[in-house]
């Protein structure tokens, strides 16, 4: 067969996926504002229903999934791919900050630093998930392995470093200085401090 260049196999790729490629604006409204309805739905009625807790917990359970779709949708406004304009993404984008307790500059300016690293073993302080090389694990002593494997272990990584991103490290501004976004964040804290003060003061502790 005829042997292709790597830029005469990226032609045919793309040429492949862009059908997949093009921006609806129509698709993406429906699965923004359909994503924050259910979410709200299951939201407050969890919080109503809280006195059952076999209803209430599958809710609130359900309720973290749309969550977590919500921030997936975040995730594309920052690449400007859910909608059709930049400004449409970015709107959007800050739209969903609250509920996903990200703020949505600070979000997208980390994301792309990323991008432009990961899997760079010369650029490990952009913020990744720390890799070790195996000389690097050879050479390391016995505690510093066991911090390692704790650290990469998955239940450690989603628990602790969850919490770890979302409750410390995009609440503080800091991070951010060198950027610019400082700002934003506290903004950002300000506005979720306000609307979780709402949830309270609507639904008392369940909400």
């Not at 070790?132 to 470093?161: C, K, Q, S």
């Not at 800091?174 to 804290?189: E, F, M, P, Q, R």
Request: charged share 15%.
């Amino acid at each position: 067969g005829v042997q292709m260049s790597v830029s005469d196999s990226q032609k045919q790729i793309r040429k492949f996926t862009r059908a997949y490629c093009e921006k609806d604006d129509r698709i993406a409204a429906l699965s923004y504002f359909g994503s924050y309805a259910v979410f709200f739905a299951a939201l407050f009625a969890s919080a109503i229903l809280w006195a059952t807790p076999w209803l209430a917990v599958p809710l609130a359970m359900f309720a973290g999934v749309c969550g977590v779709r919500l921030y997936v949708l975040q995730h594309d406004c920052g690449h400007h791919s859910l909608f059709a304009t930049k400004r449409a993404n970015d709107l959007a984008g800050y739209g969903l900050s609250l509920i996903t307790l990200t703020p949505y500059r600070a979000m997208q300016y980390n994301h792309n630093v990323h991008h432009y690293y990961v899997g760079n073993l010369d650029h490990r302080e952009a913020g990744e998930v720390h890799t070790m090389t195996l000389a690097e694990w050879n050479d390391a002593p016995w505690w510093h392995r066991l911090a390692y494997r704790i650290y990469r272990n998955p239940a450690f990584m989603m628990f602790v470093g969850g919490f770890f991103v979302f409750f410390l490290h995009y609440r503080w501004p800091k991070s951010t200085i060198k950027a610019g976004l400082w700002k934003g964040v506290l903004a950002h804290n300000a506005m979720l401090a306000a609307f979780l003060f709402s949830l309270w003061a609507i639904f008392g502790w369940p909400g």
